[in-house]
Each structure stands twice: as C-alpha cells, then as structure tokens.
C-alpha cells in the first residue's frame, strides 16, 4: 500500500492510491486496451518488470484492477475495474492540461521513438487506407541507432517493424523525432512541418494529401481545455 498522509481529504487519500511515479502511467495503459503484462511494459518503457509487478498488486489491492488467468492460455491479463474507468476523464484533463502547460519543460530526451512509435500504431485508421495493404516508412534524421521504422497496414493488422519487411513502401517520411512528436500532438500540422522543412512526405496525392485522415492526432489535439472537460462532467 502507499504511505499514508494521515488525512481524511479524499484529494490526499486518491494520492495515496496514484501518486506513487508509474501509477497513473499504467492507469492510462489499462484505459488504452493494454492488458497484458509485455503490453504494459511496451507502452510504459522504462518501467523494470519488478516495479510493474508491484505497481499493479497495489492497483488490485485498490480495486483498480483486476487479474484474471488467460482462458486457454499461459499467464495473466489485467483488466481496468469500474473505478479504473471512472479516472478516463481525469486522465483526459490532466493530458489536456499537459497539452496547455507543460510543453515549454519538454526536453530533447523527453521524446522516445518506441513510444512514439506505438502511439502512431494505435493511431492508424486502416478503415481509411485504399486496397488491402499499406507501408509507410518513417526515417528519423536525428536517431542514428535506429533511424527507420516502419508501419504495415494489412486489413485491420498494424504492426511496426525495425527490420526491413521487403514490402514495396507506399509513403516515405524522413523528419526528426520531435517533429513528428509535435505533428501527432497538433502542436503543427503535417502542411506546416512539411512548408517549413521540418519534413519531407513522399508519396501519392491519395496518402499524403490528407494524412490525418488515415494517422489520427493525438486524443488532445482536439479536446477542449481541462477546465472545459471538467466542467462538462
């Protein structure tokens, strides 16, 4: 369990449950369909499997979580209780509030290409995506170990590969990380980033035209404030 502040204030005890550093990383996994242990480690990073493991029996000794065998299988899913879901909305404010305050402490080593990464996977509308299969190779000027990624999209299967995966590309998009970072977030648009240089898009008209059309901004490029959002509950 937390350390106890020894105050009846709900604002102090809803701290003891998740403020410890991860907490609400892994709540904002749990809400964005993550249930498995290796899935919670990809989307949180830096996270050692001994602290995820202890972060989530506190999360269940709460009653946030749940953990249950996988049918038919080895190991375990978490699942997001009731009172889990019901912190979608707080999450939604505080990222919303995140959006509006904390860019100007954003640092160059803030920006990690894995999770970036992941977030354009969950990010593609392959529903919007011409024909049966998709490539799009992303290359990161200033990311030496690993500068190319790609994104393959094949009916409703969307995967990121770091090796080459013999496919003939569909579009081609050489920037640096932050770059990308601030046009997935709405901080700029794909047309401004490209005007200014920033990025290069190669690829036909029908893709890169309107990108967002296929590759969704982040959630708060397009919510209100986080007064607005709490003021709506």
């Known amino acids: 369990m937390s350390h106890s502040y020894g105050q009846w204030c709900p604002i102090a005890k809803s701290t003891e449950i998740l403020g410890e550093k991860w907490t609400m990383l892994i709540v904002r996994e749990l809400l964005m369909g993550s249930t498995r242990f290796s899935e919670l480690q990809r989307g949180l990073g830096a ?42 909305p707080i999450l939604l404010a505080l990222g919303s509030w995140g959006m509006e305050w904390s860019k100007a402490f954003m640092s160059d ?21 011409p024909g049966s299969r998709t490539v799009v190779l992303f290359q990161f000027t200033d990311f030496d170990e690993q500068p190319k990624w790609w994104i393959t999209v094949e009916g409703g ?21 932050r770059a990308m970072a601030d046009a997935w977030l709405g901080h700029t648009t794909y047309k401004a980033a490209k005007a200014s240089g920033e990025m290069e898009i190669i690829g036909p008209a029908a893709l890169t035209r309107n990108i967002t059309s296929w590759l969704s901004d982040c959630i708060f490029a397009s919510l209100p404030n986080a007064e607005e959002i709490l003021a709506a509950r």
Not at 72 to 88: D, F, I, V, W
Not at 117 to 126: A, E, G, N
């Open 109 to 129: 080593a803030d920006y990690d290409v894995e999770l970036l990464m992941l977030y354009l996977q969950r990010s593609i509308v392959p529903e919007n995506l």
């Open 47 to 88: 996270i050692s499997p001994t602290l995820l493991t202890r972060r989530l029996v506190t999360l269940e000794e709460y009653d946030l979580v749940y953990k249950r065998r996988i049918q038919g299988g080895r190991g375990h899913e978490y699942l997001p209780t009731a009172s889990c879901r019901q912190l979608q």
């Open 157 to 177: 299967n969307v995967d990121v590969c770091t090796t080459d995966p013999g496919l003939d590309v569909d579009v081609f998009i050489t920037t640096k990380v």
